[in-house]
């Protein structure tokens, strides 16, 4: 092991990106989750839906921006096409049925992905401009993993500001802290529900895009980032913007660090303080509600 | 309030003598999956114990089960130890760990028990994977079969094997139904039903529900000595977490909080996994489908259904 400053440089940089991609997964889930009070296991599924509809966009259309797009769109598409049929009546059926139908829902989302793109892995090309690496913080770091974690420091920004400072972030901020009071309010919660689902599965179809060139697109990728993300979410608190960013800057740290410093043992970390959370601080580390 | 009706009584001998038969009169393959049925049966049930008794929806009952085919494994193969010890050994193991787990996690509820027995089991998985004595990713391979000579029984032979893997099935059926019925069991149902009323009557609630997590625990611990005996090989892939998911399944599917039911859950889940499996490679969705199928249809399980029909009283209730 190099002790160098450059390589805890260059580790600090892949804990970065990790967290990002966490993060832009998480962040959909833990409001789907504090919102609807919805547990939707199938959200791992969908990231990984993003990714396979963005490989199949760039070899269609050429270009990895293209796929960008064609991800979080599709997703969106498909999420409002499961929110209908399944999720909205799945809403009041406590947590216990909706984790079984979304591990159902895993089954059908990975077969009908292998039956449809097959069971090998699949790279995505990465777009020209950013395929080489670049000098920053003085090392030398691929420009993709750089727009990676750009990509996730806008979003981050992008959704603070949304939550923070317009009026449909009060709305659902006050749909998470009380949504029948919100609902005596005149906010139409369902709509806003159904709005906040979309940008969820939005949001992890371009987290599944994003995955894609450093990862390949393979049928078990959804399953593994699930857990992950669960952890996240419930470490920084259901509902929790903030709760999510921290959440998602901890577990990516743990396992970028954790796989150099005690290779092997890093997961077993992230599930020690999953489970000290739970004990200590069952509402996370930064809950919404008040 | 946990009642052995007539109907549950009879449904899981006929299941039990329907497997036994089939197990007789089919191939050897009859008998692989006879076996399979058996094992995810006391796995089930054991769940069923503590998820649809207890409230306690465990997402590390598949580890526990590791833990006790590792057990055992590790006693046969790796210290030589006699099978009666060895057995022991694997009970106990999962028992402790289940103990440890109920007593962390009895405290929290809903979606963070959820969680909380995902965590325990994914680090008891990642330590075993991890673990070089243990073979690590490899596993270990063999284990050997309990040795029942003396009742003039050969358990190389997989006929004899499964049957006696059914008897085991019949033996733990019989312990929980009686655990159940007995004040244990109905005080377990009262905490389910309503917790801050049973401590309110004096009860630690917590202590209870550790209590019966452990015992759980000792039945799946059982399954996983009989799952390391079948196939004579242990892997890390036991103790993950889809086993526990699986083991989940299969209580839906059959009807939880009745404890027949998952023993034709277990049945139905293996055999449309094989049938299924035969003309497709992918059953997994068939799986996926079968469970929204069964969660929209009211989450009763076909078992659960059917007894909820053919109750006498049930006729005139409003369904809530």
């Known amino acids: ?290 | 309030m946990f009642r052995q009706t007539r109907t549950r009584t009879l449904t899981v001998a006929a299941t039990i003598a329907g497997l036994a038969l089939y197990a007789a009169l089919g191939g050897v393959f009859a008998r692989e999956i006879v076996t399979e049925i058996a094992v995810l049966a006391i796995l089930a049930i054991s769940l069923d114990f503590v998820a649809g008794f207890g409230g306690m929806v465990s997402l590390c009952h598949g580890a526990v089960f590791g833990l006790g085919a590792y057990g055992f494994a590790v006693s046969t193969a790796m210290l030589g130890l006699p099978t009666p010890v060895a057995a022991i050994a694997a009970v106990s193991a999962a028992t402790l760990f289940g103990l440890l787990v109920g007593a962390v996690t009895a405290n929290t509820a809903g979606i963070f028990f959820i969680m909380a027995t995902l965590a325990f089991g994914q680090m008891a998985y990642v330590l075993i994977f991890e673990s070089a004595t243990l073979g690590g990713d490899d596993g270990m391979s063999g284990v050997t079969r309990f040795d029942l000579s003396w009742l003039g029984l050969d358990l190389g032979d997989s006929l004899q094997f499964a049957l006696v893997c059914l008897a085991l099935l019949a033996l733990a059926y019989a312990f929980l139904a009686v655990v159940l019925r007995a004040a244990f069991g109905q005080t377990l149902i009262g905490i389910h039903a309503n917790e801050e009323r049973m401590c309110a009557l004096g009860l630690t609630a917590w202590r209870h529900k550790a209590l019966a997590f452990a015992i759980s625990s000792a039945v799946s611990g059982m399954a996983g000595a009989l799952a390391a005996q079948h196939t004579q090989f242990v892997s890390p892939d036991l103790l993950f977490w889809t086993v526990s998911g699986e083991a989940l399944v299969v209580v839906i599917l059959g009807g939880i909080g009745t404890l027949a039911g998952p023993v034709v859950g277990a049945a139905l889940l293996v055999l449309l996994k094989h049938e299924v499996g035969a003309w497709t490679d992918h059953w997994h969705m068939w799986v996926g489908l079968v469970l929204i199928a069964t969660v929209l249809a009211g989450g009763r399980g076909v078992y659960g259904q059917a007894e909820h029909l053919l109750a006498p009283h049930s006729a005139g209730r409003t369904h809530a």
């Not at chain 1, 509809?53 to 979080?72: K, R, T």
């Not at chain 1, 999420?79 to 895993?106: D, E, H, K, S």
């Not at chain 1, 059908?108 to 790279?123: P, T």
């Not at chain 1, 994003?210 to 980032?225: E, H, K, N, R, Y």
């Open chain 1, 1 to 290: 092991m190099s002790g160098g400053i450059d390589f805890w440089t260059t580790q600090v940089l892949n804990g970065l990106q990790l967290s990002m991609l966490l993060f832009l997964l998480s962040i959909g889930l833990t409001v789907i989750f504090g919102l609807l009070h919805f547990v939707n296991l199938a959200h791992g599924a969908l990231y990984m839906l993003g990714a396979y509809v963005g490989v199949s966009a760039a070899s269609a259309l050429g270009s990895f921006w293209a796929a960008l797009a064609a991800g979080p769109a599709a997703v969106t598409l498909i999420g409002i096409a499961l929110y209908l049929a399944l999720i909205r009546r799945m809403r009041r059926a406590g947590p216990m049925n909706q984790v079984l139908v979304t591990f159902g829902l895993i089954f059908v989302i990975v077969d009908v992905v292998r039956i449809v793109w097959g069971d090998v892995a699949l790279g995505l090309e990465q777009p020209a401009m950013l395929s080489g690496p670049v000098e920053f913080l003085g090392v030398s770091y691929p420009a993709y993993r750089v727009f990676v974690i750009a990509t996730g420091l806008a979003v981050m920004a992008g959704l603070s500001l949304l939550l923070n400072r317009t009026q449909i972030g009060a709305m659902i901020r006050a749909g998470v802290e009380n949504d029948a009071m919100a609902a005596c309010l005149g906010i139409d919660v369902e709509r806003l529900f159904f709005i906040v689902f979309c940008v969820g599965c939005a949001l992890a179809g371009l987290a599944g895009v994003i995955a894609a060139p450093v990862f390949s697109a393979t049928p078990d990728m959804g399953t593994a980032i699930l857990i992950p993300t669960l952890i996240v979410v419930v470490i920084g608190g259901l509902g929790s913007l903030n709760g999510a960013i921290l959440g998602s800057m901890i577990v990516g740290f743990i396992q970028t660090f954790g796989a150099v410093v005690t290779p092997g043992l890093a997961s077993v970390m992230v599930y020690l303080l999953l489970a000290a959370v739970l004990i200590a601080r069952p509402e996370g580390l930064l809950p919404a509600r008040g």
